[in-house]
């Protein structure tokens, strides 16, 4: 587990997660020990095989490796929606399976922190819109197009990630929701779909 063993092709399985930025030096090849990245990318996808992971690998449709912002899932889109991107099979991919059958991550409380902090800023993705925020009830992430986790701390990011989830589809708004970003978990940031406010008084929760 844990090797490349080919190149991705047209012909491979559709909801095999894609893995995009990774070099040859980053991979366990022959002697050669697998590099910080491409552990923190099975790190990603082992954890997404745990029972109530958060962010389950089938809802997993590409990991984007940046060596200095490290890494972003995006997940699945919802029925009907749009890719998070065109190109994700791109670049040097793993076809990695992850082991199954191992204990939860965590509890998820139906709780946001008080640190987490819905941005005014643009979205990342300039091509958000009400198509995929339609359709997003269909995915238990809803419209969530981007999940920026970094390169640590992947287990408490998890755990956040289900309490803000949890959060945001008891209030109705994980639909309108483009990225959340725990970077940093001091402070985590929420990106709302470009046309939609993600609470009427924009202010820090």
Do not use: C
């Not at 030096?25 to 954890?47: I, K, Q, R, T």
């Not at 920026?148 to 994980?174: P, V």
């Amino acid at each position: 587990a844990g090797r490349i063993f080919k190149p991705a092709s047209a012909d491979d399985p559709p909801d095999l997660p894609r893995v995009r930025g990774l070099s040859f030096a980053d991979a366990p090849v022959g002697d050669s020990p697998a590099g910080p990245a491409f552990d923190a990318v099975l790190e990603v996808l082992n954890m997404g095989a745990l029972p109530d992971s958060a962010l389950p690998v089938h809802l997993i449709a590409a990991i984007s490796v940046d060596a200095e912002m490290g890494l972003t899932v995006e997940p699945v889109a919802p029925a009907g929606g749009a890719p998070a991107s065109s190109d994700v099979a791109s670049g040097t991919t793993s076809g990695v399976a992850p082991p199954a059958g191992a204990s939860p991550a965590g509890a998820s409380p139906a709780g946001v922190p008080p640190d987490a902090t819905p941005s005014d800023a643009a979205p990342d993705t300039a091509d958000a819109g009400g198509r995929v925020a339609a359709s997003a009830a269909a995915s238990p992430l809803g419209g969530l197009r981007a999940i920026k986790l970094g390169f640590s701390d992947y287990a408490a990011k998890y755990r956040r990630l289900a309490e803000i989830i949890a959060y945001l589809k008891q209030q109705g708004q994980l639909d309108r929701i483009e990225s959340i970003d725990l970077n940093d978990l001091n402070r985590v940031v929420i990106n709302p779909l470009k046309s939609e406010p993600l609470l009427d008084d924009q202010k820090e929760v």
